[in-house]
């Protein structure tokens, strides 16, 4: 049984702690795009991790970690999530997989993207500046690096040289030495080196030993280059056909999809966010949501939960169920907002719209439902949460037309509740 988890809104759902829960059921765990601008936060040996771009299996001694072909590395941010965690008494040896078709993120990619946010003015992505975005942009203009030509220097330093030279004529002022770029590719292959495989063989032999796969999402539905609020997109395919073209599995592979959302919703960068809230409210969501990046620690947008957004990734992901994360920030609000379609220039959207300007000029239509006054912080069972927080995840199931087979009550592993009757147990048993 293979299954993936992604994110059903615009990233930070909680993915993290929902696939380091799975992960004791799978033996593997594979990441299939996005890289270091993911910030997937797991608690785990009583600390607290942020985990970029290893699979959020790592934490779990005997899991193996693929890092797929649609991931784009930065080798110096790789080594330095190796290191944290090695520093955490947490082996990886032979644990971990790296594609060779993997592009990779260099120094002049960062220097671009701050670039080009630069030249953007007011219309900038507010990316998280990693050079995620240049370094997709050379793998589709078919100029990029990828990992497995570090095994052939001399292709390289000339592939290097051309594009070291080509970015140092556009970035002001750039003085960007190949050499030093080479050396540095040199020394990262040399650490990298054994962790690299045919990502796409791997898994078709692990599938034909039945060994249990998790795919791992980062970003989310509405961050997806196509499918997402574009322009206001990362640069890839977060949703679930960047599993099958990021890591070389035929779509079959894949038996069943989760899908992450936060009991709210959250954005952070710029684009439209349809149900944002930006008074006392959406501070309140913040402070008690602790709704800052974990890459970039930038203040995360807030607002009511937007049944439009999820109902469309349960739509484009084909979405199984949903593990509903975060429910304890609503504790102690007397009443709560769920967005059931958009109004918009006269006209009731009850699909989310693919036009930017057109979401933009669209007003959330609201259901109200009645708050809880006792906390659902830590609740480990369905039948003890309050009655009204039942309500309001069974009204979220019946709008979005998906079970919450999940629910998350605390950022600990212990604070979650695992619904016996749906589809998704099978998923958590041990
Ligand atoms: P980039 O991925 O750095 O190019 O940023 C593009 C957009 O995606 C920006 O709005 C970022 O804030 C957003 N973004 C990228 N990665 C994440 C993430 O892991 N969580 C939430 N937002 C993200």
Redesign the pocket.
């Known amino acids: 049984m293979n299954i993936a988890v992604l994110g059903a809104q ?3 759902e909680g993915k993290g702690k929902i696939v380091d829960l799975l992960t004791p059921n799978f033996e593997i765990v594979a990441r299939y795009q ?1 890289g270091h ?3 997937h936060t797991v608690y785990a040996n009583g600390r607290k991790f942020v985990l970029r771009l290893l699979p959020s299996g790592i934490l779990h001694a005997g899991v193996t970690c693929v890092i797929g072909n649609g991931v784009v590395i930065d080798p110096q941010a790789l080594f330095a999530e190796i290191d944290e965690v090695a520093a955490a008494g947490i082996e990886i040896g032979d644990r971990l997989i790296i594609s060779d078709k993997a592009h990779l993120i260099l120094p002049y990619h960062r220097e671009l ?1 701050l670039l080009s946010e630069a030249r953007r003015g007011e219309r900038k ?6 050079g ?2 240049p370094a997709y942009e050379d793998k589709i203009a078919r100029r990029g690096v990828r990992v497995g030509d570090l095994a052939n220097m001399e292709a390289l330093a000339s592939a290097v040289q051309h594009n070291v030279a080509a970015r140092n004529r556009i970035i002001p002022e750039s003085t960007m030495d190949a050499d030093n770029v080479l050396a540095d590719l040199k020394k990262a292959w040399a650490r990298m080196g054994p962790w690299v495989k045919d990502v796409s063989l791997f898994l078709s032999e692990a599938r034909q030993q039945n060994r249990a796969i998790m795919f791992e999402g ?3 539905t509405l ?1 997806d280059i196509d499918h997402g609020t574009y322009p ?4 890839s395919n977060a949703t679930i056909g960047g599993v099958c073209t990021g890591l070389g599995v035929p779509p079959r592979a894949i038996d069943g999809v989760l899908g992450v959302a936060k009991a709210y919703t959250t ?5 439209t966010l349809p149900t944002e809230l930006t008074g006392e409210m959406g501070n309140r969501l913040r402070e008690s949501g602790q709704e800052f ?4 620690g ?1 203040p995360r947008r807030c607002g009511w939960y937007d049944a439009v957004a999820v109902r469309y990734a349960v739509r484009v992901n084909g979405l199984d169920a949903l593990a509903l994360t975060k429910l304890d920030v609503l504790d102690g609000l007397p009443e709560l907002s769920v967005c059931t379609a958009y109004r918009c220039n006269g006209t009731t959207l009850t699909e989310m719209p693919g036009d930017q300007a057109q979401l933009a000029a669209c007003e959330p239509v609201y259901e109200t439902l009645p708050g809880w006054t006792e906390p659902t912080a830590g609740v480990k069972s369905f039948e003890d949460l309050p009655s009204e927080a039942r309500a309001y995840v069974a009204r979220l199931e019946e709008i979005t037309g998906v079970p919450a087979a999940v629910v998350s009550t605390g950022s600990a592993r212990e604070d979650t509740i695992i619904r016996k009757d749906s589809i998704a147990a099978k998923w958590f048993r041990r």
């Open positions: 615009w990233g930070d996005g601008n993911a910030g993207d992505i507010g990316t998280t500046s990693r995620i975005g980062a970003q989310g961050l206001y997109v990362t640069s954005r952070v960068g710029e684009g990046g974990a890459v970039t930038r």
